[in-house]
């Protein structure tokens, strides 16, 4: 045997990016199966005028959109666009964005590249993009998926 | 003798080294075991870049991903626990990494995933004695996935009187059928939802359909076809398929309900063994 | 001890080692600190090339607690403008503007930094200001200069002047930025307004949205059928309706164009810019790479 030392030192460094950024805690990870959201039957007390404008629509939610079935392809659908478009600018202005989305809501040819998909399944179009106030239109790419 | 010399010499000097790896994998467990799983990440990682001779790679890459597992990040857990895999020095050290990468898979609710890992470990020769562990996981995966016909019959291998299995088999008594729900919507608008014991939603679907179905045979026979046809297809169809869409969305609602129940009891109150 | 008698002082030497081995043993029970400032940095460096930044951001902070290492405080700073916490790099940049060979790529990432922020108006006016400007990069900074006025809205220097600090292979493209700023192909508004007045639709066929031109059309079209047919057939209450429903919707098709053109319009800002931004990162902001970063 000759006068030398075998040094077994052979390291394995399988290396792989790590990307925690951000520190982080334990989590607990829920069992239970994704549940159906229900809808939010709250009516916006801040004036007058909202209250009758989300009770109206609340009301036509219980006695009508509830019961003929989930017809809208848009999120948020239009009777919350309605109500987000009033809000946002005026009665009258709202009801020429609502006109608008309905006409957009009846094309049966859809042009898949003007909207990106919400988290929900549904094509995101929210009333933000339609007040006419350029610096708040908010292009998302429509091969992205928003989610709220 | 120069030859024994040298060999004392490198000896103590690795004996010695041995002895910082185990210090610092017994620092990063103690961090492990406070459940400060960062900061334990941290120091395994550290050991890891130290550990020239791999001694440590197995528990290390193990241990990481046992803290992937416990921060949810379930991915880099299931990397951690392939790494682990590969230095797993003896076959109980495999099935054990093996069956971490299927429970966080069953916990990451890819249950296609998890049921082909738990195949080819029933395939697996060396693994014919852990058959009812295996059962034992792909019972959790059906159940997860909601399907507590298949969950059962996987305990039912087991142990006919599973405690587990009885669970899964009290979920599918409970549970609604929702083709049962369909079928009688098709017969008669708001019968699926009475089922469902949502009778106010039944009712106001089975008054919109008659309202509108009265309107619709009432414009026909007056010879109004057009408002007739308008009538039929933009506000009796709507109602009528409202009815049979809330019929099954309620349906699937209760059911969700029901193996939530049960999911709740597993993830809070059940002693065994989970994911 | 035959190889002892053949030569004593290798004999001499092992035992040598191996007491000291032992005595270091005995006073000394740890061979390896791992937390030594060199071993913590050569695992920064090590996290630092697994990108793994939070970690590797740990290590260099307590390593240079102690230790004073510009390669360290570069990639340290490096680490936090790449994790996003911008002020920090700056200020880590900072500390290696003057005396220090890494003085010139420091400056370099601290315009880099300035212009990632998006404050263009101020990134001009420390390129104008010459602010820890580095002294052999010049170019460098022209260069981000040019492009800052492709991301926002002040108005741009004459073309020549434009490309001219660019490489001959890099002109055609910049050129071609240029001049999609500077006549940027927006729909007008106003168009679009007067064609749905004139043909309900014709606005939003105008923009491209095809399917929602011909569905207005149709839709305005029926309601007012409607109501003409109803009004003709003597059924006021319904004439008014159907009257009432087409003004909507032929109001909502003059709005819903204009509306529509602006989206058009915003669309072609963002996929401008985004190009844009594509090509400074391919260009790696006209930067050199760091060997050393890898290291």
């Known amino acids: 045997m000759k006068n030398g030392v075998l040094f077994f030192l052979i390291g394995f460094n399988i290396c792989y990016a790590q990307t925690d950024w951000v520190k982080w805690n334990a989590v607990e990870i829920s069992y239970e199966l994704p549940s159906i959201e229900i809808r939010n039957f709250k009516i916006d007390n801040g004036n007058v005028g909202s209250t009758l404008l989300t009770g109206a629509v609340k009301t036509y939610h219980v006695l009508i959109s509830d019961i003929d079935g989930d017809n809208c392809p848009f999120f948020p659908s239009c009777s919350e666009f309605f109500i987000q478009s009033v809000k946002s600018t005026n009665v009258l202005a709202g009801i020429l964005m609502f006109a608008d989305r309905f006409t957009r809501d009846t094309n049966f040819f859809k042009n898949r590249a003007q909207y990106p998909f919400h988290s929900s399944g549904k094509l995101y179009d929210p009333a933000v993009n339609y007040t006419l106030k350029f610096n708040n239109i908010n292009h998302i790419p429509y091969d992205q998926i928003v989610k709220d | ?275 | 001890m035959k190889g002892c008698k053949r030569n004593p002082f290798s004999a001499f030497f092992f035992i040598l080692t191996l007491f000291s081995n032992l005595l270091l043993a005995q006073t000394n029970s740890s061979q390896i600190d791992f937390f030594s400032p060199q071993n913590r940095l050569k695992f920064g460096d090590y996290l630092f090339r697994e990108q793994d930044y939070l970690r590797a951001i740990n290590e260099y902070q307590e390593y240079l607690k102690i230790a004073n290492n510009d390669t360290a405080r570069f990639k340290f700073a490096f680490a936090l403008a790449e994790m996003g916490r911008e002020t920090e790099a700056l200020d880590n940049y900072k500390g290696l503007f003057f005396s220090s060979p890494l003085n010139e790529g420091a400056r370099l990432e601290f315009y880099k930094i300035n212009f990632q922020q998006g404050d263009f108006v101020r990134f001009r006016d420390l390129c104008t200001e010459k602010i820890y400007l580095p002294e052999n990069s010049d170019l460098i900074i022209q260069k981000l200069n040019r492009f800052s006025y492709l991301l926002d809205d002040n108005l741009l220097p004459d073309s020549a002047a434009f490309v001219d600090v660019f490489d001959q292979g890099e002109k055609e493209q910049v050129l071609n930025f240029y001049m999609r700023k500077k006549f940027p192909p927006y729909k007008s508004p106003l168009t679009a307004a007067v064609l749905s007045a004139i043909i309900p639709g014709a606005g939003k066929i105008y923009t491209g949205n095809y399917g929602d031109g011909i569905t207005a059309f149709l839709l305005t079209g029926i309601l007012s059928f409607l109501a003409y047919d109803n009004f003709k057939a003597d059924h006021d209450f319904r004439g008014w309706l159907f009257t009432g429903l087409a003004v909507m919707f032929y109001s909502g098709n003059v709005y819903g164009s204009v509306a529509s053109t602006q989206i058009y319009n915003v669309g072609i800002k963002f996929h401008f810019e985004n190009e844009v931004k594509i090509y400074l990162n391919e260009k790696k902001y006209f930067l050199n790479k760091y060997d050393f970063l890898n290291r």
């Open chain 2, 1 to 275: 003798m120069k030859k024994y010399l040298i060999y004392i010499v490198v000896l103590s000097s690795y004996v010695l080294a041995q002895d910082d790896l185990k210090r610092q994998f017994d620092y990063a467990d103690k961090l492990h075991s406070n459940s400060l799983f960062y900061e334990a990440i941290t120091e395994y990682k550290r050991l890891q870049f130290f550990d020239e001779g791999s001694t440590y790679s197995y528990q290390t890459n193990y241990r990481m991903g046992l803290c992937y597992k416990a921060g949810a990040k379930l991915d880099d857990a299931v990397k951690y626990f392939s790494l682990a895999e590969k230095f797993a020095r003896t076959d109980e050290e495999s099935f054990d990494t093996k069956t971490q990468v299927i429970r966080v898979n069953i916990l990451r609710k890819t249950t296609g995933r998890a049921l082909k890992l738990l195949d080819d470990l029933e395939s697996d020769s060396s693994f014919t004695s852990k058959i009812d562990e295996i059962n034992y996981w792909r019972g959790w995966a059906y159940m997860f996935a909601d399907d507590w016909e298949n969950a059962a019959l996987a305990f039912g291998k087991i142990n006919p009187s599973h405690e587990l299995k009885r669970k899964c088999e009290n979920v599918l008594n409970e549970k609604y059928s929702i083709t049962f729900a369909k079928i009688i919507s098709y017969i008669l608008p708001g019968a699926g939802q009475f089922y469902m014991g949502n009778y106010f939603s039944g009712l106001l679907s089975l008054g919109w359909n008659v309202l509108c179905g009265f309107l619709t045979v009432d414009s026909i026979l007056d010879d109004r076809i057009f408002d007739g046809l308008t009538l039929g297809s933009l506000l009796w169809l709507r109602f009528y398929r409202g009815n049979i869409q809330n019929a099954e969305k309620f349906a699937i609602q209760k059911n969700f309900e029901i193996a939530n129940e049960t999911l709740r009891y597993l993830q809070n109150e059940y002693v065994g063994l989970k994911p």
